[in-house]
């Protein structure tokens, strides 16, 4: 990721911060620039899982943040990150030949999910929660949860309820409980 740094610098992005991986809790190393006046972007690098990941933020306003989200599929790919396309995001996850592959491919899925539901998301999500790898399990939690998508709550309390790894079904319980909580109350 020492291409985007300099390419961050190069077209005159302000390094804002850098944070170190905290394995233990499975937080990233995470960098962070501003684009413009109250708008960051933040590269998020998971070196066990070759996996990297960019948000952009801003204090502005959802409006500022989503017009630096459709930066042209070049410009990512001048700053050095692979861009995927929805068919290869999913594709990855069925072509994936160990649970390690398979984890990283249901997490890139998952960052890469659309806003709303898709099917062969839902498919994908539904087959890790049942497959035989516990790393496969846990991924697909994490999949779901950067999905975002809270009508997945009922299959992680299912989740939680039987799985039978108990840090899964822990995982599972705070997943929903986040979940449901993004859920907006019926009136």
């Known amino acids: 990721m020492e291409q985007f740094a300099a390419n961050a610098a190069e077209v005159g992005w302000s390094f804002a911060a850098e944070l170190p991986a905290e394995p233990s809790t499975g937080t990233p190393w995470r960098s962070a620039w501003q684009l413009a006046a109250g708008v960051f972007v933040a590269l998020y690098q998971f070196p066990e899982r070759q996996l990297a990941y ?10 500022a943040a989503v017009h630096f989200l459709e930066l042209p599929r070049v410009s990512l790919e001048f700053s050095g990150l692979d861009v995927w396309t929805d068919e290869e995001l999913i594709g990855a996850v069925s072509a994936a030949s160990d649970p390690g592959e398979h984890a990283t491919a249901l997490i890139r899925a998952g960052l890469g999910a659309p806003g709303e539901i898709a099917e062969p998301w839902v498919a994908a999500f539904f087959a890790a929660v049942e497959h035989h790898s516990e790393e496969v399990r846990a991924a697909g939690i994490e999949a ?25 079904r822990k995982l599972a319980k705070r997943s929903a409980s986040i979940l449901e909580a993004r859920t907006p109350s019926a009136l």
Not at 151 to 162: D, G, Q, T, V, Y
């Open 144 to 168: 779901i949860m950067h999905a975002g998508w809270p009508r997945f709550a009922e299959l992680l309390r299912a989740m939680a309820k039987r799985d039978p790894s108990r840090s899964i």
């Open 54 to 63: 960019l948000a952009v933020w801003s204090m502005l306003g959802r409006e």
